[in-house]
Protein backbone atom coordinates (compact mmCIF):
# COMPACT_ATOMS: atom_id res chain seq x y z
CA UNK A 1 0.00 0.00 0.00
CA UNK A 2 1.19 3.60 -0.86
CA UNK A 3 0.40 4.92 2.32
CA UNK A 4 3.06 2.05 3.96
CA UNK A 5 5.93 3.93 2.35
CA UNK A 6 8.84 4.71 4.05
CA UNK A 7 11.08 8.15 4.08
CA UNK A 8 13.76 6.07 1.97
CA UNK A 9 10.93 5.15 -0.63
CA UNK A 10 10.21 9.00 -0.95
CA UNK A 11 13.35 10.32 -0.82
CA UNK A 12 13.98 7.62 -3.69
CA UNK A 13 10.91 8.07 -5.65
CA UNK A 14 11.71 12.16 -5.69
CA UNK A 15 15.39 11.53 -6.69
CA UNK A 16 13.50 9.43 -9.58
CA UNK A 17 11.86 11.83 -10.57
CA UNK A 18 14.36 14.71 -10.61
CA UNK A 19 15.64 13.12 -13.57
CA UNK A 20 12.82 13.73 -16.01
CA UNK A 21 11.40 16.61 -13.53
CA UNK A 22 13.67 20.09 -13.24
CA UNK A 23 11.32 22.21 -11.06
CA UNK A 24 10.20 22.15 -7.95
CA UNK A 25 8.71 19.40 -5.63
CA UNK A 26 5.95 19.82 -2.57
CA UNK A 27 5.82 17.02 -0.19
CA UNK A 28 2.85 16.81 1.78
CA UNK A 29 1.03 14.55 4.43
CA UNK A 30 -1.92 12.94 3.66
CA UNK A 31 -4.73 12.84 0.35
CA UNK A 32 -7.04 15.63 1.74
CA UNK A 33 -3.89 18.32 1.89
CA UNK A 34 -2.76 17.23 -1.91
CA UNK A 35 -6.08 17.81 -3.38
CA UNK A 36 -6.32 21.18 -0.95
CA UNK A 37 -2.94 22.84 -1.89
CA UNK A 38 -3.17 21.48 -5.43
CA UNK A 39 -5.28 24.44 -6.51
CA UNK A 40 -2.77 26.91 -5.53
CA UNK A 41 0.95 25.93 -7.11
CA UNK A 42 1.79 26.16 -10.43
CA UNK A 43 1.39 22.69 -11.56
CA UNK A 44 3.88 23.09 -14.81
CA UNK A 45 6.50 23.92 -12.56
CA UNK A 46 5.77 22.27 -9.14
CA UNK A 47 5.23 18.39 -8.80
CA UNK A 48 2.99 16.97 -5.73
CA UNK A 49 4.03 13.94 -3.46
CA UNK A 50 1.57 12.76 -0.68
CA UNK A 51 4.26 11.60 1.92
CA UNK A 52 1.51 9.90 3.91
CA UNK A 53 2.41 11.34 7.79
CA UNK A 54 4.29 14.61 8.63
CA UNK A 55 7.08 11.87 10.40
CA UNK A 56 7.47 10.86 6.55
CA UNK A 57 7.64 14.15 5.38
CA UNK A 58 10.38 15.33 7.60
CA UNK A 59 12.55 12.46 7.38
CA UNK A 60 12.14 12.23 3.33
CA UNK A 61 13.45 16.25 3.81
CA UNK A 62 16.41 15.51 5.63
CA UNK A 63 17.37 12.57 3.97
CA UNK A 64 17.22 15.05 0.43
CA UNK A 65 19.40 17.53 2.39
CA UNK A 66 21.34 15.18 3.08
CA UNK A 67 21.98 14.29 -0.32
CA UNK A 68 21.86 18.16 -1.16
CA UNK A 69 19.05 17.58 -3.35
CA UNK A 70 17.56 20.77 -4.30
CA UNK A 71 13.95 22.62 -5.27
CA UNK A 72 12.26 20.30 -2.24
CA UNK A 73 9.56 21.42 0.38
CA UNK A 74 7.53 19.72 2.68
CA UNK A 75 4.53 21.18 4.02
CA UNK A 76 3.62 19.39 7.48
CA UNK A 77 0.79 20.45 10.05
CA UNK A 78 2.52 22.77 13.10
CA UNK A 79 0.47 20.46 15.44
CA UNK A 80 1.90 21.09 18.76
CA UNK A 81 5.35 22.21 17.59
CA UNK A 82 4.71 25.87 18.05
CA UNK A 83 3.48 25.80 21.90
CA UNK A 84 6.28 23.42 22.37
CA UNK A 85 9.02 25.65 21.18
CA UNK A 86 10.29 22.84 18.45
CA UNK A 87 12.39 24.87 15.84
CA UNK A 88 12.04 23.33 11.81
CA UNK A 89 14.30 20.36 11.45
CA UNK A 90 14.81 21.85 8.18
CA UNK A 91 15.07 25.16 5.79
CA UNK A 92 13.00 23.26 3.85
CA UNK A 93 10.18 22.76 5.95
CA UNK A 94 7.59 24.85 6.35
CA UNK A 95 4.20 24.34 8.26
CA UNK A 96 0.34 25.98 8.85
CA UNK A 97 -0.12 29.41 10.29
CA UNK A 98 -2.22 27.08 13.18
CA UNK A 99 -1.91 23.76 14.61
CA UNK A 100 -3.83 22.25 11.08
CA UNK A 101 -5.25 23.08 7.95
CA UNK A 102 -8.63 22.88 9.21
CA UNK A 103 -8.02 25.63 11.83
CA UNK A 104 -6.35 27.60 9.44
CA UNK A 105 -9.56 27.18 7.33
CA UNK A 106 -11.73 27.93 10.42
CA UNK A 107 -9.81 30.94 11.02
CA UNK A 108 -10.27 32.82 8.02
CA UNK A 109 -13.91 33.82 6.14
CA UNK A 110 -14.18 30.31 5.09
CA UNK A 111 -16.05 29.47 7.66
CA UNK A 112 -18.80 32.32 7.59
CA UNK A 113 -19.84 31.07 4.22
CA UNK A 114 -20.06 27.23 5.78
CA UNK A 115 -22.30 28.61 8.45
CA UNK A 116 -24.26 30.87 5.72
CA UNK A 117 -24.84 28.22 4.06
CA UNK A 118 -25.88 25.80 6.56
CA UNK A 119 -27.04 27.74 9.78
CA UNK A 120 -30.61 29.13 10.22
CA UNK A 121 -30.11 33.12 10.65
CA UNK A 122 -32.70 33.64 13.27
CA UNK A 123 -31.14 30.36 15.23
CA UNK A 124 -27.63 31.50 15.07
CA UNK A 125 -28.33 34.58 16.35
CA UNK A 126 -30.55 33.68 19.59
CA UNK A 127 -27.48 31.51 20.20
CA UNK A 128 -24.56 34.08 19.91
CA UNK A 129 -26.74 36.19 21.69
CA UNK A 130 -27.30 34.17 24.75
CA UNK A 131 -23.74 32.80 24.65
CA UNK A 132 -22.03 36.20 24.55
CA UNK A 133 -20.14 35.46 21.40
CA UNK A 134 -19.47 34.44 18.07
CA UNK A 135 -20.15 30.66 17.03
CA UNK A 136 -16.26 30.54 15.90
CA UNK A 137 -15.93 31.48 20.01
CA UNK A 138 -17.61 28.67 21.35
CA UNK A 139 -15.97 26.44 18.85
CA UNK A 140 -13.04 27.34 19.99
CA UNK A 141 -13.71 27.45 23.46
CA UNK A 142 -14.94 23.98 23.57
CA UNK A 143 -12.00 22.67 21.76
CA UNK A 144 -9.95 24.20 24.00
CA UNK A 145 -9.99 20.84 26.48
CA UNK A 146 -9.99 18.94 23.84
CA UNK A 147 -6.34 20.26 22.67
CA UNK A 148 -5.28 20.53 26.16
CA UNK A 149 -6.01 16.33 26.75
CA UNK A 150 -4.48 15.82 23.58
CA UNK A 151 -1.22 17.49 24.37
CA UNK A 152 -1.06 16.30 28.06
CA UNK A 153 -1.43 12.21 26.56
CA UNK A 154 1.39 12.83 23.78
CA UNK A 155 4.04 14.72 26.68
CA UNK A 156 3.03 12.17 29.11
CA UNK A 157 2.87 9.29 26.98
CA UNK A 158 -0.78 8.18 28.47
CA UNK A 159 -1.67 6.64 24.87
CA UNK A 160 -5.17 8.23 24.74
CA UNK A 161 -7.71 7.66 21.96
CA UNK A 162 -9.54 10.89 20.36
CA UNK A 163 -10.29 9.10 17.06
CA UNK A 164 -14.23 8.06 17.15
CA UNK A 165 -15.32 10.64 19.71
CA UNK A 166 -18.98 10.42 19.61
CA UNK A 167 -19.25 14.03 20.57
CA UNK A 168 -23.15 14.15 21.27
CA UNK A 169 -22.30 12.21 24.40
CA UNK A 170 -20.89 15.25 25.79
CA UNK A 171 -22.34 18.42 24.23
CA UNK A 172 -25.85 19.01 24.91
CA UNK A 173 -27.15 19.19 21.19
CA UNK A 174 -29.89 21.94 22.32
CA UNK A 175 -27.59 24.53 24.18
CA UNK A 176 -24.08 23.13 22.99
CA UNK A 177 -22.98 23.29 26.82
CA UNK A 178 -20.39 20.29 27.51
CA UNK A 179 -20.51 17.88 30.55
CA UNK A 180 -16.91 17.58 31.50
CA UNK A 181 -17.35 14.18 33.61
CA UNK A 182 -18.87 12.92 30.21
CA UNK A 183 -15.92 14.04 28.36
CA UNK A 184 -13.64 12.20 30.60
CA UNK A 185 -15.74 9.33 30.54
CA UNK A 186 -15.93 9.07 26.92
CA UNK A 187 -12.03 9.50 26.14
CA UNK A 188 -11.49 6.42 28.71
CA UNK A 189 -13.80 4.11 27.57
CA UNK A 190 -12.32 5.31 23.74
CA UNK A 191 -8.69 4.78 25.40
CA UNK A 192 -9.83 1.53 27.44
CA UNK A 193 -7.99 3.31 30.04
CA UNK A 194 -11.03 2.97 32.93
CA UNK A 195 -8.65 3.42 35.65
CA UNK A 196 -7.36 6.59 34.60
CA UNK A 197 -8.24 8.95 37.48
CA UNK A 198 -10.89 11.46 36.14
CA UNK A 199 -9.10 14.48 38.36
CA UNK A 200 -6.10 14.06 36.33
CA UNK A 201 -7.76 14.74 33.18
CA UNK A 202 -9.81 17.28 34.44
CA UNK A 203 -6.80 19.32 35.89
CA UNK A 204 -4.75 18.77 32.54
CA UNK A 205 -8.10 19.64 30.38
CA UNK A 206 -9.06 22.73 32.34
CA UNK A 207 -5.85 23.99 33.25
CA UNK A 208 -6.66 27.62 34.94
CA UNK A 209 -2.88 28.50 34.56
CA UNK A 210 -2.52 28.46 31.25
CA UNK A 211 -3.57 30.88 28.51
CA UNK A 212 -2.05 29.19 25.29
CA UNK A 213 -2.83 30.63 21.78
CA UNK A 214 -6.33 28.66 20.90
CA UNK A 215 -5.22 28.35 17.46
CA UNK A 216 -2.16 26.29 18.06
CA UNK A 217 -4.23 24.20 20.52
CA UNK A 218 -7.27 23.52 19.04
CA UNK A 219 -6.67 20.37 16.72
CA UNK A 220 -9.08 20.92 14.02
CA UNK A 221 -10.56 17.85 13.53
CA UNK A 222 -12.32 18.52 16.35
CA UNK A 223 -13.91 22.01 15.60
CA UNK A 224 -15.04 20.79 12.59
CA UNK A 225 -16.84 17.62 15.01
CA UNK A 226 -17.81 20.78 17.18
CA UNK A 227 -19.15 22.47 13.93
CA UNK A 228 -21.29 19.60 12.60
CA UNK A 229 -22.86 19.54 16.44
CA UNK A 230 -23.58 22.90 16.47
CA UNK A 231 -24.98 22.76 13.11
CA UNK A 232 -27.30 19.94 13.70
CA UNK A 233 -29.79 21.59 16.07
CA UNK A 234 -28.81 24.87 17.71
CA UNK A 235 -27.79 26.83 15.37
CA UNK A 236 -29.46 24.42 12.16
CA UNK A 237 -31.30 22.20 11.32
CA UNK A 238 -29.36 19.70 9.28
CA UNK A 239 -27.44 16.74 9.65
CA UNK A 240 -24.07 17.36 8.25
CA UNK A 241 -20.94 14.80 7.85
CA UNK A 242 -17.60 15.95 9.16
CA UNK A 243 -16.54 15.18 5.82
CA UNK A 244 -18.84 17.31 4.27
CA UNK A 245 -17.68 20.18 6.73
CA UNK A 246 -14.67 20.10 5.84
CA UNK A 247 -14.97 19.64 2.61
CA UNK A 248 -17.25 22.72 2.69
CA UNK A 249 -14.48 24.76 4.04
CA UNK A 250 -11.73 23.68 1.84
CA UNK A 251 -13.64 24.64 -1.17
CA UNK A 252 -14.65 28.06 0.50
CA UNK A 253 -11.00 28.62 1.03
CA UNK A 254 -10.12 30.75 -1.80
CA UNK A 255 -6.64 32.18 -3.19
CA UNK A 256 -7.15 35.26 -1.72
CA UNK A 257 -7.46 33.78 1.26
CA UNK A 258 -4.24 31.77 0.96
CA UNK A 259 -2.52 34.63 -0.52
CA UNK A 260 -2.77 36.71 2.95
CA UNK A 261 -1.62 33.27 5.52
CA UNK A 262 1.90 33.16 6.79
CA UNK A 263 2.52 29.77 5.08
CA UNK A 264 2.29 31.54 1.90
CA UNK A 265 4.60 34.08 2.57
CA UNK A 266 6.81 30.98 3.95
CA UNK A 267 6.82 29.17 0.89
CA UNK A 268 7.49 32.89 -1.40
CA UNK A 269 10.47 33.12 0.61
CA UNK A 270 11.26 29.67 0.22
CA UNK A 271 11.05 30.59 -3.22
CA UNK A 272 13.59 33.53 -3.74
CA UNK A 273 16.10 31.54 -2.02
CA UNK A 274 15.72 28.12 -3.11
CA UNK A 275 15.32 29.91 -6.98
CA UNK A 276 12.10 27.00 -8.07
CA UNK A 277 8.70 27.78 -8.21
CA UNK A 278 5.79 26.26 -6.38
CA UNK A 279 2.74 28.92 -5.98
CA UNK A 280 0.92 29.46 -9.36
CA UNK A 281 0.27 33.49 -10.15
CA UNK A 282 3.65 35.23 -8.38
Not at 258 to 271: D, H, N, R, V
Amino acid sequence: MRSLRTPHQLANEIRLHRTQHSGSFLLVEGPDDSRFYRRFIDRQNCHLIVGFSKENVTSAVSLLDTDNCQGVLGLVDADFDVLDGTPSSSANIVSDDSHDLETMLIRSSALDTVIEEFASPGKLRGFEQRYGGTLRDWLLASARPLGYLRWHSLKNGLGLRFEGLHFHRFININNLEMSRTALCTQIKNQSQLQALPDQELLVAGWPSERNDDPWQLCCGHDLVELLVISLRRCVGSVSVAAGEASRSLRLAFSPHHFAQTGLSGAIKQWEQRSNFKILAGN
